[in-house]
């Protein structure tokens, strides 16, 4: 296949590219700078590249900064996406187009809910979450009206290597560093008793290039699949920091700083798997203590930033 990739130069992006070509396709980032919020560039990038497949990964990708500028996201994001759907159903042979989503559509769930699955309902509250949630139903809506393959992922945390530090794991990692260079003694953290479902970054590229071929080999059946992208298990950030630490060789004292701890935070998010394992036989299989070695040994060799 040949892949556009879409945000192609992001954390995912470049891992995803990797993975494409890791298993015999073409991927083809559209040229530096591409911005999706422009109909016309982003139309000229789909003809130059004559795609069989689009991975849809642009978008405002931090909560934060969604909710700093919500008008910017639902333009980038929403906008975007309406942009890419436009331009790929008027083309003489539409790609697939799998849409990168977020299990943040689901909102703060209860205790009850989990595992969250695909047929939970949506409570999305924040800005980025809306943004998510407009852009799943936007995607389906055009691929059930104009015939469109389409797959979206609700992908849960994940991490790896390459992410940026305002994510928890690559910040605690850079805190961690800081006591192994020996600057602090200590870890500024927040809400550490959270559970939370983290997948390594080359087990979502994994489950994105097995999707795209699915798809478009006709094999996944019908179009306009839903799919959650996780590992279906959950570990406290405590674990996530003690671990770090272990790899790092340090000991800190952790101290609970205010302006990291999150009022509204879920106790846990967790999600179910089984729907895209049946499909198409993906789970998530990097052991975790493989990703924060990993992540750990990138923060330390670039200096810990």
Partial sequence: MRVLVTGASG?????????????GHEAVDGGAGLDVTDHRALRE??????????????????GPDAGADPAQAFRVTVGGTVNLLEAARSMPRPPVILISGSSDVYGTPAPADLPLTEGMPLRPVKPYA???????????????????????????????????????????????????????????AGNLDVRRDVTDV???ADAYVRLLESVH???AGETGLVL???????????????????????????????????????????????????????????????TLADIWHATASAGGR
């Fill in 130 to 188: 809306l943004s998510k949630a407009a852009q799943e139903s936007i995607a389906l809506a055009y691929g059930a009206r104009h015939g469109l393959r389409v797959v979206v992922t609700r992908s849960f945390n994940h991490a790896g290597p390459g992410q940026r530090p305002v994510f928890v794991i690559p910040a605690l990692a850079e805190r961690v560093a800081a006591v192994a260079r020996g600057a602090t003694d200590q870890v500024p």
């Fill in 228 to 290: 959650n992208v996780c590992s279906g298990r959950s570990v406290p950030i405590r674990w996530l920091l003690e671990e770090l630490c272990r790899v790092a060789g340090v000991e800190p004292k952790v101290r609970i700083d205010p302006a990291l701890v999150r009022s509204d935070d879920a106790a846990e998010i967790r999600g179910d798997a089984s729907a895209i394992e049946r499909l198409i036989g993906w789970r998530a299989t990097t052991p975790l203590e493989t």
């Fill in 11 to 23: 954390f995912v992006g470049r891992w995803l590219s990797r993975a494409l070509r890791d298993k």
């Fill in 217 to 219: 080999a006709g094999s």
């Fill in 202 to 204: 080359r087990d979502v």
């Fill in 45 to 62: 990038a789909l003809d130059k590249a004559e795609p069989d497949a689009v991975a849809h990964l642009a978008a405002v990708a931090f």
